[in-house]
Nanobody, 115 residues
Framework: QVQLVESGGGLVQPGGSLRLSCAAS?????MGWYRQAPGKQRELVAT???????NYADSVKGRFTISRNNAKNTVYLQMNSLKPDDTAVYYC????????????WGQGTQVTVSS
C-alpha cells in the first residue's frame, strides 16, 4: 500500500502560477496528476515514469511541467499561465509497473483560477 500526500494548490489569478507536490510513502513506477472540475469527469493532466518520460494532456502542453525526485518519491506539477478552465480538484496518482490505471490516489487539492 502506498500513501500519497499532496500539497500546494489555492487561489490564483488568470495568468498566474502554482506548484503542486505529492509525496509517496514508497517507490512507485509512475506518478501523475489528474483533475476533476464540477460536473465533469476526472481527466488526465500529466504523468511521469521513474525513468523520466512524460505525458501531457493537450490542454496543458506548454503551460504545465511535471517532474519527480525519485530519491524523495515525490512528484511535482508546475502550472504556469493558468486559465479559469484549469479550475478543478487536482489528484495525485501512483501506478505500479504493468498496470493500465492508477493504483493509488491522493486526497485531492483545490486549484481555483479567478480574478
Amino acid at each position: 500500500q502506498v500513501q500519497l500526500v499532496e500539497s500546494g494548490g489555492g487561489l490564483v489569478q488568470p495568468g498566474g502560477s502554482l506548484r503542486l507536490s505529492c509525496a509517496a510513502s514508497g517507490s512507485i513506477y509512475a506518478m501523475g496528476w489528474y483533475r476533476q472540475a464540477p460536473g465533469k469527469q476526472r481527466e488526465l493532466v500529466a504523468t511521469i515514469i521513474d525513468a523520466g518520460s512524460t505525458n501531457y494532456a493537450d490542454s496543458v502542453k506548454g503551460r504545465f511541467t511535471i517532474s519527480r525526485n525519485n530519491a524523495k518519491n515525490t512528484v511535482y506539477l508546475q502550472m504556469n499561465s493558468l486559465k479559469p478552465d484549469d479550475t478543478a480538484v487536482y489528484y495525485c496518482s501512483a501506478t505500479h509497473w504493468g498496470r493500465a490505471k492508477p493504483d493509488y490516489w491522493g486526497q485531492g487539492t483545490q486549484v481555483t483560477v479567478s480574478s
